[in-house]
């Protein structure tokens, strides 16, 4: 597997974008659960790992060429 070298750096920076972003959902979702009742905060937490999964294994799939 011979892959560009400007393909293998649009990979890494779409790695670090989706991150990030997985990062700020999870800061969002911090500040939100700190206010709210147990039950309330293991839901966030599912909820936040399950679009987690979903968007890293796009990103995969997409992105990697479903490769690993």
């Known amino acids: 597997m011979n892959l560009p ?4 750096l649009y990979q890494a920076a779409v790695s670090l974008g ?18 709210r009742k147990r039950g309330v905060s293991h839901g966030a937490d599912a909820l936040f ?3 987690a999964c ?3 294994f796009f990103l995969g799939m997409r992105f ?5």
Do not use: C, F, S
């Open 64 to 68: 990697g060429d479903g490769q690993l």
């Open 49 to 51: 790992w399950a679009l």
């Open 54 to 56: 979903v968007l890293l």
């Open 5 to 8: 070298l400007t393909l293998q």
């Open 18 to 35: 989706t991150g990030a972003v997985i990062g700020l959902v999870y800061d969002l979702l911090r500040a939100y659960r700190r206010n």
